[in-house]
């Protein structure tokens, strides 16, 4: 089986950490793992376990100027009234710029194409687009993306191919809300499976409630993770929740979500 997996939902909620954990996991089932980073404010190479000094010496594909004027045939930044190509080369991009983590969970970093809240009629926005839409998974590879809090500018034209769209969530209403906009826009542009996870959750009330908004959206709940103040720890240290000991109930609960997209 290959599987296209999404993780979004709103700033904050814990879509790195679950991508992180997620992937780790396939990557240990022996799993070729391909992961994007998509959130120009995202750490996900630590959340899987990138040392440190290679993740100094990452770029972004955003920032790859030379990359993507050879391929689009104009430089970013440059005044864009000249045509550029809409659909470059991408297919060998993953073998030439993705790092590993652990697990042999390869990373490619995509970066901001944002300028503003939008997104950007320019190459390097043609280059990502591309490299997302058209990326082919051969048999037995994942490819799990991290996306930005928003789904507005990657958002419709990448998220369309994918498989499964998770929309983590928290105790609380406006990521509550942020998940119901993400359901919509996802049936809209036809993924077909699209589940919510909750995270941080603290006590049964905590998750009862949630379960009754995500049932009046329309939301199937894949799995419940609890509150762990290790992650936080995990997080500051720039480590992996998986090389952190007392984490166990996490990775379960990462574990049943996976179960759920067989
Ligand atoms: N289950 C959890 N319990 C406690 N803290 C968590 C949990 N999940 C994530 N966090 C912490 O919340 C913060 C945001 O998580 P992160 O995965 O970066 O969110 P996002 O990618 O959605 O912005 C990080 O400090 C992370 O360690
Ligand atoms: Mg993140």
Redesign the pocket.
């Known amino acids: 089986m290959a599987l296209k997996i999404a993780v979004s939902?709103k700033?904050?909620?814990?879509?790195?950490?679950v991508a992180g954990i997620l992937s780790r996991l396939y990557g240990r089932e022996g799993k070729r793992v391909l992961v994007l980073d998509a959130?120009p404010a995202?750490?996900l190479a630590s959340a899987i376990g990138v040392p440190k000094e290679m993740r100094g010496r990452i770029v972004p594909l955003s920032k790859m100027l030379d990359l993507i004027e050879e391929r689009t045939g104009v430089r970013p930044g440059s005044s864009y009234g000249g045509m550029f190509t809409i659909n470059p080369k991408v297919d060998d991009l993953a073998a030439k710029y993705a790092v590993e983590g652990k697990d042999g969970v390869r990373l490619l970093v995509l970066g901001t194409i944002s300028t503003g809240g939008g997104g950007c009629f320019c190459p390097e926005s043609a280059l990502l687009k591309t490299l997302i839409k058209h990326l082919v998974l051969e048999k037995d590879q994942y490819m799990i993306m991290?996306m930005e809090?928003g789904l507005e500018h990657l958002g419709r034209a990448s998220s369309r191919n994918m498989d499964v769209m998770i929309v983590?969530v928290e105790p609380g209403m406006r990521s509550l809300e942020t998940a119901e906009k993400i359901k919509d826009l996802a049936s809209q542009i036809g993924i077909k499976k699209v589940v919510a996870v909750l995270?941080?959750a603290s006590s049964v009330e905590e998750r009862g409630l949630v379960e009754e908004e995500l049932r009046k959206a329309g939301l199937p709940l894949a799995a419940t993770?609890?509150?762990?103040?290790r992650?936080?720890e995990?997080?500051l240290k720039g480590v992996s929740p998986l090389d952190l000991e007392g984490t166990e109930d996490?990775v379960a609960a990462v574990r049943d979500l996976k179960d759920s997209l067989e």
Do not use: E
């Not at 700033?11 to 950490?17: E, F, I, L, M, P």
């Open positions: 939902g700033g904050g909620v814990g879509k790195t950490t959130d995202s750490n991290d809090a983590v995270n941080k993770i609890p509150y762990n103040r992650l936080v995990a997080d996490v």
